[in-house]
């Protein structure tokens, strides 16, 4: 296919998703809806500062109070303690041998690849 053709059938596709966007953007009017009698309109009633106060830091407050306790009081429950520092724990190697590092092979002489990781500076 020549350049010159190349350059029409793109030009062709821009052109009809340009086309496409207009009419999907003209289509989208105002709504033809009005305010719902039940919110009164423009006599709504002011919002009591207390009440906003309340609903927008009491809940997330309680909620967090609430969460926090249900992740703490099962470990209580069991006798574990929360302190700075935390207990020591083991050390664990998920996937590694279950005897410890005894059964890693060590190294058998400066060519070797066993025995882990290592650094050549």
Do not use: K, Y
């Amino acid at each position: 296919m020549p350049v010159t053709s190349q350059l029409v059938h793109l030009a062709r596709r821009a052109s009809v998703v340009m086309i496409a966007g207009g009419l999907l953007v003209a289509s989208g009017g105002p709504a033809g809806a009005d305010v719902p009698e039940f919110w009164g309109g423009s006599q709504a009633e002011p919002v009591d500062p207390w009440h906003a106060v309340l609903l927008l830091v009491g809940v997330p407050l309680l909620l967090f109070v609430v969460i926090t306790a249900i992740v703490v009081i099962p470990g209580v429950v069991r006798g574990e303690r929360f302190t700075p520092g935390g207990q020591a724990t083991a050390d664990q190697w998920f996937g590694g041998p279950r005897s410890g590092t005894a059964e890693l092979a060590a190294p058998d002489g400066t060519q070797s690849e066993a025995g882990g990781a290592s650094g050549r500076w």
